[in-house]
C-alpha cells in the first residue's frame, strides 16, 4: 500500500503541499485580561501571515500539473482562508493532502482562524482536520513518530537527514523577498520531497524519486517561478535526475 492514500502502480492522483505562517494576532492578545498573553498557550492567538501551496499530480512516469504559489495574508486573511479551503476542496475524493506537522498546527490554526472570522461555510478545512491519515500525509508524524519538535524532528533537521537540501538563502539583494514567503516556498518543496521519498519507498523504486525531482526541478527553474531561494533545491534535483540517469 503506498504510503499516502493506497494508490498503486499506474495510478495518478492530485497531491497538494500546505504550509501556513503565522503570529500573535494583535486582536486576540488586546481581549485577554490586561492583554497578558504570558497564561495561555500561544497556539490560540495566532493568526495567518503567509500562505504556501504547492500542487501536482503524481503518475508513474513523474510529476505533472505542478503549481506553486505564496501569498502574504497582509490584513486579509479571510481571503487566504477561502483559497486555503477551495484549494482543500479541489482535491476530490482520491487527492492527498502533505504537510509537515500540519496535524498539530496549520489545518487546526485554520479550523480557528475560520470560526474566529464567522467563515462556517468553509466545509473542507473542517472536513481535511479529520482527515483519514491515508489521506493527510503528515510527513513529521510518518517520520519523526509523534508531535511538536519535542517528539519529531523540525523540517529542516529531517531534510538534512535525508540528504534534501536544508538551508534557506538569505534575501537576494537583486529580486527581494518577504522572508515569509521565502520560508513558505522553501517549506513547501522540501516537505513534498519528504513525501516523495515515502512515495518512493512504498513503490521500491529510487529512479521513480530521481525522477519526480527532477520533474520538479525543471518547473522551479522555469520563468515565472524561478527565484533565488529555491535554486539550492532546484540544483540539487538536476544532479539527482542526471546521476540516476547516468546509472541508468
Known sequence: MSASAGAGAGESKRVLVLDVECGVSAEAVALLPNGDAA??????????TAVAM???VVADDGLSCIELS???VEGDEREA?????????G????????????????????LRRCLANWMFGCQAVREWVDADP????????????????????ALTDLCAALGIEAAVPARSSSRPVDARIRKGAVDVVRTALVYLHLEAMARGDG?????CWGDLAAHLLSGPVRADHLL????????VAEAAGARA
Not at 497564561?39 to 495567518?48: C, K, N, P, V
Not at 529512479?207 to 525522477?211: G, I, M, Q
Not at 539550492?232 to 544532479?239: C, E, I, K, V
Open 39 to 48: 497564561g495561555i498557550d500561544r497556539r490560540f492567538l495566532q493568526e495567518l
Open 54 to 56: 504547492l500542487s501536482f
Open 70 to 72: 505564496g501569498s502574504l
Open 81 to 89: 482562508l477561502l483559497r486555503i479551503d477551495a484549494a482543500l476542496r
Open 91 to 110: 482535491l476530490g475524493a482520491g487527492g492527498v493532502l502533505v504537510t509537515h506537522n500540519g496535524v498539530a498546527h496549520d489545518l487546526p490554526l485554520c
Open 134 to 153: 491515508h489521506r493527510h500525509v503528515d510527513t513529521l508524524l510518518r517520520c519523526g513518530g509523534g508531535r511538536g519538535r519535542a517528539a519529531g524532528p
Open 207 to 211: 529512479t521513480w524519486l530521481a525522477t
Open 232 to 239: 539550492p533545491l532546484a540544483r540539487q534535483g538536476l544532479r
